[in-house]
Structure formats: structure tokens, C-alpha cells
């Protein structure tokens, strides 16, 4: 990719332009072709394609990207309601455990993987740990010690075998899913006054918690502040009764073609002479991670009766989102997979950084 950060602002417009297109065009193709969640991978996988030739100006201003974490924190932070949070008090104790499980089997993979091929053991950690992975290819690209290439190719290939393979597993005799008929509310009641009444007001509140949220978020030093600030703050909002607006689908659709972009610009195969070791190795450890998944959701349901399905897609490391809208047309407990997942996507952000600090010390040694 041709850099064009000290480039005149004149001469940035058409590599804009140009990424942009791009992006809008793989978005269109994921779509004919049915791919997951096609505005955000199919201008990942189009932008990655014209970033290994040097000669293709592509340009994508920062405060654009920065306006799309804070929107997909926000999104978060609203689906941590006040029954999500009672339940998760609750199976604290449990959700700690199973956390702590798939961080060890992420790292336990990796370390084979890393022994089996050259790629880098830190970075095949990042892109094993079962958070979401927006939040981990973002803090790869953070750190100059990750290899955000590494850790984009092991995450999203996660996110696609999540599509292929999770409704397969589900309906196996181990599983024995149903499909529901009825699609399980999962969002508030509409009883916010206030947001009824006065929604510019309320909608300029939400804009301007979602800086506060972030500016504090860097204070306390979090990692990728612009997204977990948001997240938490709007997430403890949330908790306390007042509720933010309905991000409209238009505009979900722009943020995740501006994270499909910035990840598409942050993944470099030129001269990599592992592309093929690489692509194995994520295709073949994500099937293997899915299916250990089966044994520990059984393990789980026999010790607390969950059911197999919502044990299941309560600890597939997968998007919060992508499992949640799995569980509404199936057997499950909508409520107890919402839960498990927000603590774990929350809770793995967290602990992430203190992971790989860690790492780089005994590295060090």
C-alpha cells in the first residue's frame, strides 16, 4: 500500500475515494455470495487484497476509525441490561472458571502452533483468546509486539467456521437443538420516557456520554479506550435505567466497513513466506476449538443442567452478537448466553493486556 499519512490533503481524496469504492464493493460481493456479517468481512478481505500491491494508494483518516469504535462500544454497552448483569452475579463463580478454561486452551493451542510452524506465540495467543475479535485485531494493531496479521487471519477465520459450523454442531445427537418457532425479545422495553419524549435531546446526551466515556476509558488506561470506555459506561447506564436509542442499521452497516477497511490496511502477506502454514493452521485449530467446545458444554450442563444447547452457545467463543441471534431461534436460554458471553467478552478485553505483558517479560528473560 502506497502511505500517503504525509501526503497533502488533496492528494489523499482519491486514495480515500478509492478505499472506499473498494470497501462498498466487497461489501456487495460478500452479500451475493452469502457471506457472515458481509459489510465488515467483505471489505476486509477486498482492501487486503489491493494492500499487497504497492503501487494502489489506499488512505483511510483515523478519526474515522476512531468514530467507529466508539459507536460499536456504544452498541455493546446497551445490551448490558439489569437482568444480564443480576444473572451474571450469580454464575459469577462458574463464568470465572469457564473463562479462565477457554483462555488456557487458547494459549495451549497456540503453544503447539508456535512449536509446529514459525509463527509468533504471542500472536497466535491473541488470536486464540475467545473475546470478540473486533477488540483483539484492534488491540493487535495497538501493540508492536503483535503481529496483527496473524492475529486478524486466526480471528476472522473463528468468526466464519462460528457460521459453518456451530449451526452443524447444534443439531448433532450430542447437542440435539430445536428449532423455536418464536424469536425470544431480547431488547428493553419501551419504557423510556425521556428518549420517547425528547429524542434529540436524548440522542445528544448518548453522543456526548460516549466521549466522556472515552476520555475516562484512556484515563484509567484501558486498552483500546475509544471502545471499552463506551462499553462500560454506557453498559452501567444501561444497568441503572436509562437506556440509550437504537444505533439505525445504516449506520451499523457503515462501522463495520470502516473496521472492515482499517482491518483489511493492518494485513500484510508481502514476503510472508508462511501464508499457507498460516492459513492452515487457523482453519484447522478454530474446527478443533469448536468441537473441544462439545465436551466442556456437556461437562457444564451436567454439573449446573443448563440444557446442551445453551450450555453450547454459552461458551462458544464466539461474537456476543453472531450467538445471541443463534440462541433466539433455537432451544437455549437467551438470557444465560447473553450473559456468558458479555462477561467474557468483557472480562477477556480486560485481562488481555495483563496476558501478554506477561508474555513479553518471560520473552525477555
Known sequence: MLNTKQLPIKKTVFPFLLTI?????????????????????????????????????????????????????????????????KLIISQLPIMVITTIVLILIGILFS???????????????????????????????EQKHLDPTIVSIFQIFRLVTIFLFVPIILYTPLIGAHHQSQAVATHNAASDYFLSQFPWASILFFLIAVLVFSV?????????????????????????????????????GATQLALGIYFGLGINLKGN??????????????????FCMVGVSLLLNQLFHYGETTAYLAIVPGGMDQIS????????NV???????????????????????????????
Not at 503453544?111 to 473486533?134: C, E, H, N, R
Not at 513466506?273 to 469448536?290: D, G, P, R
Request: charged share 10%; aromatic share 10%.
Open 273 to 290: 513466506a508462511n501464508k499457507a502454514t498460516l492459513f492452515i493452521s487457523a482453519i484447522i485449530s478454530n474446527i478443533v476449538l469448536l
Open 111 to 141: 503453544y503447539f502452533i508456535s512449536k509446529w510452524t514459525t509463527l509468533d506465540y504471542q500472536s497466535l495467543v491473541a488470536g486464540s483468546m475467545p473475546g470478540g475479535a473486533t477488540q483483539m485485531i484492534l488491540y493487535a494493531r
Open 216 to 252: 475516562l476509558g484512556r484515563f484509567l488506561r484501558l486498552p483500546i479506550h475509544q471502545l471499552l470506555g463506551p462499553l462500560l459506561g454506557i453498559g452501567i447506564l444501561n444497568i441503572f435505567g436509562i437506556h440509550g436509542f437504537n444505533v439505525p442499521h445504516g449506520i451499523i
Open 21 to 85: 469504492l473498494a470497501g462498498l464493493a466487497g461489501a456487495g460481493l460478500a452479500m451475493l455470495i452469502h457471506l457472515p456479517i458481509p459489510w465488515l468481512l467483505g471489505p476486509m478481505l477486498i482492501i487486503t487484497i489491493l494492500n499487497q500491491f504497492d503501487k494502489i494508494p489506499l488512505h483511510f483518516p483515523a478519526i474515522l476509525r476512531l468514530a467507529a469504535l466508539m459507536i460499536v462500544g456504544y452498541t455493546a454497552g446497551t445490551k448490558i441490561t439489569l437482568a444480564t448483569f
Open 325 to 332: 441471534l443463534i440462541a433466539t431461534t433455537i432451544s437455549a
Open 335 to 365: 438470557g444465560l448466553v447473553v450473559g456468558y458471553q458479555t462477561f467474557r467478552s468483557i472480562s477477556v478485553n480486560l485481562i488481555a493486556p495483563f496476558v501478554f505483558k506477561h508474555l513479553l517479560q518471560e520473552r525477555n528473560k
